[in-house]
Nanobody, 121 residues
Framework: QVQLVESGGGLVQAGGSLRLSCAAS????????IGWYRQAPGKQRELVAA???????DYADSVKGRFTISRDNAKNTVYLQMSSLKPEDTAVYYC???????????????WGQGTQVTVSS
């Protein structure tokens, strides 16, 4: 069965960095896209970044220039490098299996359990 396991969250001061990992199993990793979402208390879950099967990437405007998504197909893992973190980046971060259609990322119904990122001011 499809499994997605996030790791790497934690508490960091504003301006700091964290790297999140999403380890996937149970399917042919290389042919699917992966998206990183986040959900802050009282807010809707939002797509932060996505990487397609060919390595193409997309970012939310709020994280462009600060976050970098990458994938290692040999390790079945996607990374989210987060730099210049702000208090508003505080959220639970989830990875999701998905794909691209018409140039846009879409999510399948497979999610990790989430990892908490807290940025203190």
């Amino acid at each position: 069965q499809v499994q997605l396991v996030e790791s790497g969250g934690g508490l960091v001061q504003a301006g700091g960095s964290l790297r999140l990992s999403c380890a996937a199993s149970g399917y042919t990793f290389s042919i699917y896209a992966i998206g990183w979402y986040r959900q802050a208390p009282g807010k809707q879950r939002e797509l932060v970044a996505a990487v397609g099967s060919r390595g193409n990437t997309d970012y939310a405007d709020s994280v462009k220039g600060r976050f970098t998504i990458s994938r290692d197909n040999a390790k079945n893992t996607v990374y989210l490098q987060m730099s210049s973190l702000k208090p508003e980046d505080t959220a639970v971060y989830y990875c999701n299996q998905g794909g691209y259609y018409g140039g846009a990322y879409y999510s399948n119904d497979y999610w990790g359990q989430g990892t908490q990122v807290t940025v203190s001011s």
